[in-house]
């Protein structure tokens, strides 16, 4: 079969002239977005649209194809035999387009480009600023920033629905990974400022899982972690609410409701003396890593592997923050100044 280019391919005869009067790129990007999510409620959600807009554009979609494309089942958003069709087709012309931007944006030396970044909720507090440096370095790049709870980025990894992901432990999942850890992730015990522990040095564990504990939701990886981190000591703590972000968990410790385990990342804006007391717990912090993961079969595009770079080579902020923070709540204990000896009088 011959490579060259065939203008056969693209003749008027061979174009579909009643899709491409009547079916757009938008409503194509809407509908791909509801089958893999299963709900319009969450594909308005990641496209920045609302629901009726998502509503109205599937429905041109519908009568522009003449056959029913979605179902309903239970709560599910599910495609119709139509629908599958439909939803193959989109994979399809996304990825060519995915391609296409790719090429693009070679050929323009990163002057223009996208990056589509994952993340993990608690990782909110340093990708921020990560984007920001790099957006200063390449201005004419588009950046969007998706922030969630570790079992959905795992979902997202296996829909290879964003470029590059940014976790604190290495997630699970049925495909090879490229993984780049850059920056550390300390884990700390936080209480009320006024709590009988906040003065207290070398508290034991087993003392903290005394106290009433604030948890992540399901799903998150703090949790996880500090879920086993319990189980390894054999402790059971009394759990007295799940919260779904980790500001959430910082208005309730500071609430008095109990004491909590999180990243030093999430007392970034208000630092070690704010609302909140850093606990001096045994074994902590716990030294963890933020890593940059990606499928490893898959291809990065110029600007995908420009941040990687950039990401690996400069993140020496995020760790001059940690350790300075860490300094703060962890002060080594003054040394005592050297008596000098007393010197004879001749």
């Known amino acids: 079969m011959s490579s060259s280019y065939d203008q056969s391919d693209v003749s008027?005869?061979?174009?579909?002239?009643?899709?491409?009067?009547?079916?757009?790129?938008?409503?194509?990007?809407?509908?791909?977005?509801?089958?893999?999510?299963?709900?319009?409620t969450r594909a308005a959600e990641e496209l920045f649209?609302?629901?009726?807009t998502v509503s109205l554009q599937v429905k041109k979609l519908t009568e522009a194809v003449g056959l029913k494309l979605l179902e309903q089942a239970g709560r599910q958003t599910r495609p119709t035999e139509a629908g599958r069709e439909v939803y193959a087709a989109c994979h399809e012309i996304m990825r060519t387009l995915v391609d296409l931007e790719m090429g693009i944006a070679n050929l323009k030396g990163l002057?223009?480009?996208?990056?589509?970044?994952?993340?993990?909720?608690?990782?909110?507090?340093?990708?921020?600023?990560?984007?920001?440096?790099?957006?200063r370095e390449y201005p004419g790049i588009d950046v969007s920033l998706k922030v969630t709870n570790r079992d959905r980025i795992v979902e997202r990894i296996i829909a290879n629905e964003d470029d590059v992901y940014i976790v604190g432990g290495v997630p699970t999942v049925d495909l090879p990974l490229v993984t780049h850890a850059f920056a550390p992730n300390p884990m700390v015990v936080i209480a009320a400022r006024d709590h009988p522990l906040a003065n207290q040095r070398n508290?034991?564990?087993?003392?903290?899982?005394?106290?009433?504990?604030?948890?992540?939701?399901?799903?998150?990886?703090?949790?996880?972690?500090?879920?086993?981190?319990?189980?390894?000591h054999g402790l059971r703590p009394t759990v007295r609410m799940e919260?779904?972000?980790?500001?959430?968990?910082?208005?309730?410790?500071?609430?008095?409701?109990?004491?909590?385990?999180?990243?030093?990342?999430?007392?970034?804006?208000?630092?070690?003396?704010?609302?909140?007391?850093?606990?001096?717990?045994?074994?902590?912090?716990?030294?963890?890593?933020?890593?940059?993961?990606?499928?490893?079969?898959?291809?990065?595009?110029?600007?995908?592997?420009?941040?990687?770079?950039?990401?690996?080579?400069?993140?020496?902020?995020?760790?001059?923050?940690?350790?300075s923070m860490l300094d703060e709540a962890f002060p080594k204990p003054a040394k005592a100044p050297r008596q000098q000896k007393a010197r004879k009088k001749s």
Not at 17 to 25: D, F, N, S, V
Not at 114 to 133: D, F, S
């Open 12 to 40: 008027p005869a061979a174009l579909p002239e009643y899709l491409i009067r009547h079916a757009t790129l938008r409503q194509l990007q809407v509908f791909e977005a509801i089958v893999r999510l299963g709900s319009f």
């Open 49 to 52: 649209l609302t629901q009726p």
């Open 111 to 135: 002057k223009r480009g996208r990056l589509r970044l994952g993340v993990i909720t608690t990782a909110q507090y340093i990708a921020p600023e990560i984007l920001g440096r790099f957006c």
């Open 203 to 232: 508290i034991p564990l087993a003392r903290i899982a005394e106290e009433p504990l604030i948890l992540r939701e399901p799903g998150s990886g703090t949790r996880d972690a500090v879920t086993k981190l319990l189980e390894e």
């Open 243 to 323: 919260l779904g972000s980790n500001e959430a968990i910082k208005h309730a410790v500071v609430g008095g409701l109990g004491v909590a385990m999180v990243s030093l990342h999430t007392l970034t804006l208000e630092g070690v003396h704010g609302p909140v007391a850093v606990l001096d717990v045994e074994g902590f912090p716990i030294m963890r890593k933020w890593h940059l993961v990606y499928p490893r079969d898959k291809e990065l595009s110029p600007v995908s592997k420009a941040f990687v770079e950039f990401v690996l080579e400069r993140h020496d902020a995020v760790d001059a923050l940690m350790r």
